[in-house]
């Protein structure tokens, strides 16, 4: 079951990463009627918390810059920035890292404990495979407001 966890994390960052190059960049900052955000904000919001969750599930620090927390934590918006995001090519570069980086996984290492559980919320994360499940249904939902703006855009 693990190994399909990992597999199923390793495909979806793939998809991620092959819808994003797609998208041309001058369709990033859009921001659709009906939506709180852009395609850039949502982007980096997964590249943000993958990395947030790194030093949980790699034992490693962060290598997202600092300014990703600024620009895509959780209630940021495009409209209160103030200054420059990181480019298309940025966040692609950071997205290949990060599923590099999923290669590390194994089955081994989903079952076994959080050295403190992982509180967000109501929810409670005692296993680095509840995490990475987590991660994957967070992904889910933005990759799926991606396609609504995408599909926005592309009527207007």
């Given at each position: 079951m693990s190994e399909m966890i990992i597999n199923t994390a390793t495909t979806a960052r793939q998809v991620l990463q092959q819808q994003v190059q797609a998208i041309p960049e001058?369709?990033?900052?859009?921001?659709?009627?009906?939506f709180n955000n852009t395609i850039r904000w949502?982007?980096?919001?997964?590249?943000?918390?993958?990395?947030?969750?790194?030093?949980?599930?790699?034992?490693?620090?962060?290598?997202?810059?600092?300014?990703y927390e600024t620009l895509f934590n959780s209630g940021t918006k495009p409209l209160d920035w103030t200054f420059?995001?990181?480019?298309?090519?940025?966040?692609v570069e950071m997205l290949t890292a990060q599923l590099?980086?999923?290669?590390?996984?194994?089955?081994?290492m989903l079952g076994e404990n959080l050295l403190t559980p992982f509180a967000l919320?109501?929810?409670?994360?005692?296993?680095f495979g509840e995490l990475l499940n987590f991660i994957l249904i967070h992904e889910g939902?933005?990759?799926?407001?991606?396609?609504?703006?995408?599909?926005?855009?592309?009527?207007?």
């Open positions: 001058e369709q990033f900052d859009i921001q659709p009627a009906g949502n982007v980096g919001h997964m590249i943000y918390w993958m990395d947030k969750y790194s030093p949980l599930i790699f034992g490693s620090p962060p290598v997202i810059p600092d300014t420059a995001p990181p480019s298309k090519e940025a966040m590099s980086r999923l290669s590390e996984l194994t089955p081994e919320g109501p929810f409670q994360f005692n296993t939902f933005h990759l799926g407001t991606i396609s609504s703006q995408l599909k926005v855009l592309s009527s207007s």
